[in-house]
């Protein structure tokens, strides 16, 4: 029997070794014995983080660059939008649809591009999705009109959602476990905290000075920056086959799970445009509840076809894997809960202490500095501590600092603490990413790479899209937005207390093998 391997799993990598065989993974004998249990009484200090040759330098720059982008987009347009809708002539209630139309694909196809990188090569669906993106840049920023806006809108999506994968795939075989990986996904967690922060500083800054159009055209420059630099860095796969055809020796094709994409997919798109509606228009609309029972059915019916399928798109067993399902848990709440942070506090910052879109920005602004200082320590940290305790301690510690912010007053002094609050709590947010993308991806694979850090990225848009409609509509509905703003956070602050609690139980003492060696 003859099988096809990615030459990803090949490539040499800064630990010396080559990934799924260092220490660490589940593949391979282990090349040192370092995984053993310490021995109590001796002095195990963290290992020094791993130096990154000048040409592994390069390609986390080119991934790290592609999902700072990505990040931009998700914020850079919110400031911009009022001015966008009259230059456009689109209504108040369809400039919701200026972030739909991105959400939907971008949401929607992760899980199924994550399989198709797995199987038909990453570095290719990864050059795709940039030059993707930046042409659907261009043509939002020169759009003529609503439609021509949208469509552009939706093509980012499309092109974000073959990039965030593949990108997070290509950098998790091209990084052993261990600290090396730990670095590398420390910045990349960074920089993907601060794209969010820096696009609501940037927005308001390019449409004041330039325009709206300016803040499409600098993600069409990241694009024209970032896809002649890849092709030359970053590693070239093969597909992954299953086995020989009827004993002749000849590699089969790989194959696709084509009712279990047709169903995740459209079950995620039914599921991101109803929360995505409901967020501007409340749970009653009928397109929302139809849509919200279609994205479940869906979804159902996507796990029972994988339960069946001889090669399904998401392995189950992997899904009963205490790391991904309770990783995932822990990933679902922290960006859920921290999207609707952000979301309330720029409501009470403007609407109750007054302040200008600028100075809110700069408020958010303090958080990015002190998510980007966290960044600079994540990987020690997880090294010290290992990945289930830093993400355990991470969600305690944003539900701790958001459970302060219920100081808030209506005094134009509360700024400081909803700045210090914000910021702390990013601080613990960033560490949580980092590490419950380190546990959901410990231990596996690395023909799985894409497929688990696609439930990785998956997690994170639907964490984006149903914070805000689940509990930031307490704060938009009710009559005294103090009080609103108050009765979120204290239940964002008890959610993500509760998470970290059961994360704790569910991973157990020996729930991950992330902790670094």
């Given at each position: 029997?003859?099988?096809?391997?990615?030459?990803?799993?090949?490539?040499?990598?800064?630990?010396?070794?080559?990934?799924?065989?260092?220490?660490?993974?589940?593949?391979?004998?282990?090349?040192?014995?370092?995984?053993?249990?310490?021995?109590?009484?001796?002095?195990?200090?963290?290992?020094?983080?791993?130096?990154?040759?000048?040409?592994?330098?390069?390609?986390?720059?080119?991934?790290?660059?592609?999902?700072?982008?990505?990040?931009?987009?998700?914020?850079?347009?919110?400031?911009?939008?009022?001015?966008?809708?009259?230059?456009?002539?689109?209504?108040?209630?369809?400039?919701?649809?200026?972030?739909?139309?991105?959400?939907?694909?971008?949401?929607?196809?992760?899980?199924?591009?994550?399989?198709?990188?797995?199987?038909?090569?990453?570095?290719?669906?990864?050059?795709?999705?940039?030059?993707?993106?930046?042409?659907?840049?261009?043509?939002?920023?020169?759009?003529?009109?609503?439609?021509?806006?949208?469509?552009?809108?939706?093509?980012?999506?499309?092109?974000?959602?073959?990039?965030?994968?593949?990108?997070?795939?290509?950098?998790?075989?091209?990084?052993?476990?261990?600290?090396?990986?730990?670095?590398?996904?420390?910045?990349?967690?960074?920089?993907?905290?601060?794209?969010?922060?820096?696009?609501?500083?940037?927005?308001?800054?390019?449409?004041?000075?330039?325009?709206?159009?300016?803040?499409?055209?600098?993600?069409?420059?990241?694009?024209?920056?970032?896809?002649?630099?890849?092709?030359?860095?970053?590693?070239?796969?093969?597909?992954?086959?299953?086995?020989?055809?009827?004993?002749?020796?000849?590699?089969?094709?790989p194959r696709l799970d084509i009712p279990g994409a047709?169903?995740?997919?459209?079950?995620?798109?039914?599921?991101?445009?109803?929360?995505?509606?409901?967020?501007?228009?409340?749970?009653?609309?009928?397109?929302?509840?139809?849509?919200?029972?279609?994205?479940?059915?869906?979804?159902?019916?996507?796990?029972?076809?994988?339960?069946?399928?001889?090669?399904?798109?998401?392995?189950?067993?992997?899904?009963?894997?205490?790391?991904?399902?309770?990783?995932?848990?822990?990933?679902?709440?922290?960006?859920?809960?921290?999207?609707?942070?952000?979301?309330?506090?720029?409501?009470?910052?403007?609407?109750?202490?007054?302040?200008?879109?600028?100075?809110?920005?700069?408020?958010?602004?303090?958080?990015?500095?002190?998510?980007?200082?966290?960044?600079?320590?994540?990987?020690?940290?997880?090294?010290?501590?290992?990945?289930?305790?830093?993400?355990?301690?991470?969600?305690?510690?944003?539900?701790?600092?958001?459970?302060?912010?219920?100081?808030?007053?209506?005094?134009?002094?509360?700024?400081?603490?909803?700045?210090?609050?914000?910021?702390?709590?990013?601080?613990?947010?960033?560490?949580?990413?980092?590490?419950?993308?380190?546990?959901?991806?410990?231990?596996?694979?690395?023909?799985?790479?894409?497929?688990?850090?696609?439930?990785?990225?998956?997690?994170?848009?639907?964490?984006?899209?149903?914070?805000?409609?689940?509990?930031?509509?307490?704060?938009?509905?009710?009559?005294?937005?103090?009080?609103?703003?108050h009765t979120v956070l204290a239940l964002d602050a008890?959610?993500?207390?509760?998470?970290?609690?059961?994360?704790?139980?569910?991973?157990?003492?020996?729930?991950?093998?992330?902790?670094?060696?």
């Amino acid at each position: 029997m003859t099988t096809e391997t990615t030459t990803e799993s090949t490539t040499r990598t800064p630990g010396g070794g080559t990934p799924g065989t260092g220490p660490g993974t589940t593949n391979g004998p282990r090349a040192d014995t370092s995984s053993a249990p310490p021995v109590p009484g001796r002095d195990h200090r963290p290992p020094r983080a791993a130096r990154l040759s000048r040409r592994d330098g390069l390609v986390l720059f080119v991934l790290c660059a592609a999902q700072f982008m990505v990040a931009l987009d998700f914020s850079v347009l919110n400031v911009a939008l009022p001015v966008l809708g009259r230059d456009l002539g689109m209504s108040r209630s369809a400039l919701q649809w200026a972030i739909t139309a991105f959400a939907l694909p971008s949401g929607g196809f992760l899980l199924l591009f994550g399989r198709v990188g797995d199987l038909f090569g990453r570095r290719r669906l990864f050059l795709a999705g940039l030059a993707l993106f930046g042409a659907a840049s261009l043509l939002a920023t020169f759009a003529w009109d609503p439609a021509s806006f949208l469509a552009g809108r939706a093509l980012q999506g499309l092109g974000a959602a073959a990039i965030v994968p593949t990108g997070m795939s290509l950098l998790t075989t091209t990084f052993p476990e261990g600290p090396a990986r730990d670095r590398a996904l420390g910045i990349s967690g960074t920089l993907l905290s601060l794209g969010f922060t820096i696009g609501m500083v940037a927005g308001g800054v390019l449409t004041d000075v330039l325009g709206w159009r300016s803040t499409m055209g600098l993600l069409s420059l990241f694009a024209l920056i970032v896809l002649p630099l890849a092709p030359g860095l970053l590693p070239v796969s093969r597909p992954h086959g299953s086995g020989d055809v009827a004993g002749a020796g000849v590699p089969d094709r790989p194959r696709l799970d084509i009712p279990g994409a047709v169903t995740v997919t459209g079950g995620l798109l039914a599921l991101i445009y109803a929360l995505s509606t409901a967020a501007d228009r409340g749970f009653g609309g009928a397109d929302v509840v139809t849509t919200l029972v279609a994205g479940v059915l869906l979804l159902g019916a996507f796990v029972r076809i994988e339960s069946r399928a001889a090669a399904p798109l998401v392995s189950l067993t992997m899904l009963r894997r205490r790391t991904v399902a309770w990783g995932n848990l822990g990933g679902l709440v922290t960006f859920s809960m921290m999207s609707t942070v952000v979301f309330v506090l720029t409501l009470y910052l403007q609407e109750t202490l007054g302040l200008s879109a600028f100075e809110t920005g700069l408020v958010f602004g303090a958080q990015g500095v002190l998510s980007a200082v966290a960044g600079m320590y994540a990987s020690k940290v997880i090294g010290r501590f290992g990945a289930r305790r830093t993400l355990v301690g991470s969600l305690a510690g944003q539900g701790l600092f958001v459970a302060g912010m219920l100081l808030l007053g209506a005094h134009t002094s509360s700024v400081w603490i909803a700045a210090a609050g914000v910021s702390l709590a990013s601080m613990c947010h960033l560490g949580a990413i980092i590490s419950y993308g380190l546990t959901v991806t410990s231990g596996v694979p690395d023909e799985e790479q894409g497929l688990a850090t696609g439930l990785v990225t998956s997690t994170q848009q639907v964490g984006i899209t149903v914070g805000i409609p689940l509990l930031g509509v307490l704060a938009t509905t009710s009559d005294d937005l103090l009080s609103g703003v108050h009765t979120v956070l204290a239940l964002d602050a008890v959610i993500v207390l509760a998470a970290a609690v059961l994360v704790a139980a569910g991973l157990g003492r020996h729930g991950t093998a992330a902790r670094t060696r």
